[in-house]
């Protein structure tokens, strides 16, 4: 499955953000996709996870109760609405594609298909 993250700018702290991921390929909807996030200097993290049909979703603590995981199937999108923005969530945002349906795999070895990344700036 191919992807491509769009979305990302710059906002003011406490501010919102709804970044999108649109998907090509017939196994999109059997996949569990994700959001992960690179700061400068970082290793890159998992942001959230949501299972192949939507009924299941993570989050990392760090967004827990700000951020917002969802897909359309139909539409093969994926999104990710981040309210309460913060200068700390400042990162480029990748979605992702797992090798598995199910489950709570937060590894960045699970997932074999990437978005390209789209940058995401909190100012203070």
């Known amino acids: 499955v191919q992807l491509q993250a769009f979305g990302g700018g710059l906002v003011q702290a406490g501010g919102s953000l709804r970044l999108s991921c649109a998907a090509s390929?017939?196994?999109?909807?059997?996949?569990?996709m994700a959001w992960f996030r690179q700061a400068p200097g970082k290793e890159r993290e998992y942001v959230a996870i949501?299972?192949?049909?939507?009924?299941?979703?993570y989050y990392a603590d760090s967004v827990k109760g700000r951020f917002a995981i969802s897909r359309d199937n139909a539409e093969n999108t994926v999104h990710l609405q981040m309210n309460s923005l913060k200068p700390e969530d400042t990162a480029v945002y990748y979605c992702?594609?797992?090798?598995?349906?199910?489950?709570?795999?937060?590894?960045?070895?699970?997932?074999?298909?990437w978005g390209q990344g789209t940058q995401v700036t909190v100012s203070s």
């Open positions: 992702a594609a797992s090798r598995y349906s199910d489950g709570y795999h937060y590894r960045t070895t699970e997932f074999d298909s």
């Open positions: 390929g017939r196994s999109f909807s059997t996949r569990t």
């Open positions: 949501v299972s192949w049909n939507g009924g299941r979703t």
